[in-house]
């Protein structure tokens, strides 16, 4: 992890250095370790290195290519260095990932990023054709976000940087606040007008006042492995999440794995585990693993039967709930995005790694979205007259998830029927939904709010995507919830602990070999996860392998709302800035939050699956007060 910035103008004035050092100033929690900027006429560049790799021990950013004619930053960590070194004919082993992606633009120009594996935003100013390039990793684990204005293009990795700078006014988009209470993010927007990010597996290239991005990767261009048996599936998967593991293990310091006890944590600490013990990689990992004694969602027992068959060396941590999770939104971050995903439990955790020493934590994050399918490999199944199979899988998936056939149904029906509902019925249960679910919402965002939800999920656009479960993976895959999670989940590592987060489920390989895999191999034997579950059989303890169910936190995350914060909600709830903004109805929140606690007061144990609508208001009203406190902007309707 690292951070990188930008200045551009089109409008050729020179860059100022002490814009650029502002700028880094506010985002030197990413890169602790070291920074440095370089600027020429109208073109300025920085970077903050946290160094987390043998090889960026020697690393130097910005870095100027021998022939002088490209300029790179980057915040990035390349996983396929062993290939790219083969392919490019290096053979210096210790090159710096930085020194890498360089190569790599100068050999394949702008379509460099397509062949690089890892997790990277890095930017390219070339000289000669006084053009900058930038990209980022398929997934999103690296942040890039950008503003153009007139007669210039400013880009950094936190929005906080681009506001450092005394021309950049801040704006509220009131239309993405809206997505966020909607839980409906979008690709390129921001909660703040003219700050975009650039969307997961694009590149962009700005040449004077010109903006062109282009997208790199497409699901739809995976084409379908056919194997002649489950055992060469197997193989292949064992062989692609190995390397994944692997390549994720590269660490200069100590590593640890955050570790719930649920599949897929579990996956990738026995996996590193037995990597470490047949010597195929130079490595010690300990896990982090939070408890919460006395409730259901305490997975001790789990954790333990791992710790039993591999002797690992395990840090639990009680959860203590430092912070409400809409208390995170703290005035530090204020110029940030404000948080949707719960970290609360996530900051402990940090606080304890950093004082191991911690450098690296490896996550699980993702493994649902990538290895699991859905509900929609029923519906493919049904249409493809597969009764008894769909039947069957609905039922697996129903045990796995500890959900009825009716959620299945409600799930399933919509699917099978939705290319011959009328567009006018369509937008009626759309419109139904909203009035229902958000009645809060004033006339004016609720109508605003169908429109959204209409034409979600956007990322699908311009692909021709051959099933429903396709659809559900691509969404899943690319944007959306799993972007703005890991963008949460590393802001919140790095800030507290100056801590890298990797994500072995996300490595590019691992990607597009699972979305080459038919749904039905996937979940072979009608299991949640069976390819990976058959692959794993000897690396995870019996109770592991077995498990069918996942634990939901949500009784945990209400008493937060409940119990334990009732004063101060009635506080952020009351003289409402949504409200001052027309996005709410104040009193229709207030009484949404007292008919909840009414219902679950004493018996906060029943609210399983009834999480809150009224968090994400939360969320903003918090996040909301500190931009105000902190920027001095007035909030109203205009």
């Not at 992606?101 to 890095?122: P, Q, S």
């Not at 056919?226 to 692997?246: P, R």
């Not at 059989?537 to 392998?545: A, D, F, G, V």
């Not at 506080?571 to 109805?585: D, M």
């Amino acid at each position: 992890m690292s951070g990188i910035i930008g200045i551009y103008f089109f409008d050729k004035r020179p860059v100022e250095k002490h814009h650029l050092e502002k700028m880094l100033e506010a985002i030197s929690y990413r890169g602790p370790d070291d920074s440095g900027i370089w600027f020429e006429g109208a073109i300025g560049l920085g970077n903050c290195l946290l160094r987390t790799t043998p090889e960026s021990l020697n690393e130097k950013l910005p870095l100027i290519s021998k022939r002088g004619d490209l300029v790179l930053i980057a915040d990035a960590r390349i996983d396929n260095r062993d290939e790219l070194l083969k392919t490019l004919n290096i053979s210096n082993s210790n090159i710096t990932d930085s020194e890498l992606i360089l190569t790599t633009y100068e050999a394949w120009k702008e379509r460099c990023a397509e062949k690089l594996v890892g997790d990277f935003a890095f930017a390219i100013w070339d000289r000669n054709n006084q053009k900058l390039f930038c990209a980022r990793d398929i997934e999103g684990a690296r942040p890039f976000y950008y503003y153009k204005g007139e007669g210039f293009f400013i880009f950094a990795s936190d929005p906080q940087a681009i506001f450092a700078l005394p021309f950049i006014n801040k704006k509220l988009n009131k239309a993405a606040l809206l997505d966020f209470i909607l839980f409906n993010f979008g690709l390129e927007d921001t909660e703040f007008e003219n700050i975009y990010q650039l969307i997961p597996a694009h590149t962009l290239s700005i040449k004077e006042c010109s903006l062109e991005d282009n997208e790199y990767m497409s699901i739809d261009q995976i084409k379908t492995l056919k194997l002649n048996s489950i055992k060469e599936y197997e193989e292949a998967f064992l062989d692609v999440f190995k390397k994944a593991v692997i390549s994720n293990l590269r660490t200069n310091g100590n590593t640890g794995v955050l570790f719930s006890g649920g599949f897929d944590s579990s996956s990738i600490l026995c996996m590193a585990e037995d990597l470490i013990t047949q010597k195929k990689v130079i490595a010690d990992v300990c896990a982090y693993s939070t408890l919460y004694p006395g409730e259901p969602c305490d997975e001790k027992e789990y954790i333990l039967s791992v710790q039993k068959k591999w002797q690992t060396e395990i840090h639990f941590v009680e959860s203590k709930m430092l912070h409400a999770p809409w208390e995170l939104q703290n005035t530090s971050w204020a110029d940030s995005q404000p948080f949707w995903y719960d970290t609360f439990t996530f900051e402990e955790i940090a606080i304890k790694a950093k004082e191991d020493k911690i450098k690296v934590l490896l996550s699980g994050l993702g493994g649902d979205d990538i290895i699991s399918t859905s509900l929609s490999s029923a519906t493919d199944l049904i249409l493809s007259g597969h009764l008894f199979r769909a039947w069957k899988y609905t039922k697996n998936f129903g045990k796995f998830h500890d959900t009825s056939y009716w959620y299945a149904i409600k799930h399933i029906l919509p699917e099978i029927v939705r290319d011959f509902i009328p567009n006018p019925l369509k937008k009626l249960r759309t419109y139904l939904a909203v009035y229902r679910r958000y009645p809060w919402l004033t006339k004016e965002y609720k109508n605003l709010a169908v429109q959204h939800l209409r034409r979600r999920p956007a990322s699908l656009k311009n692909h021709k995507l051959k099933t429903n479960d396709m659809r559900t993976l691509y969404h899943a895959s690319y944007y959306g919830h799993l972007t703005r999670t890991i963008q949460d989940l590393e802001k919140t590592f790095l800030r507290t602990s100056n801590i890298e987060l990797r994500m072995p489920f996300l490595d590019k390989r691992l990607i597009e070999f699972t979305l080459s895999v038919p749904p039905d191999v996937l979940d072979y034997d009608e299991e949640q996860k069976g390819l990976l579950r058959r692959v794993l059989n000897s690396y995870l303890p019996e109770k592991i392998r077995n498990r069918t169910w996942k634990t939901s936190f949500t009784t945990h995350l209400n008493k937060q709302l409940i119990g334990n914060n009732t004063e101060n909600i009635k506080k952020l709830l009351t003289s409402s800035r949504l409200e001052a903004l027309g996005i709410i109805n104040g009193a229709a929140a207030r009484n949404e939050y007292k008919a909840f606690s009414k219902k679950y007061t004493n018996q906060v144990s029943k609210t399983k699956g009834a999480i809150s609508k009224l968090y994400p208001l939360l969320y903003l009203e918090a996040w909301l007060r500190e931009i105000e406190n902190r920027s001095n902007l007035k909030l109203n309707k205009k």
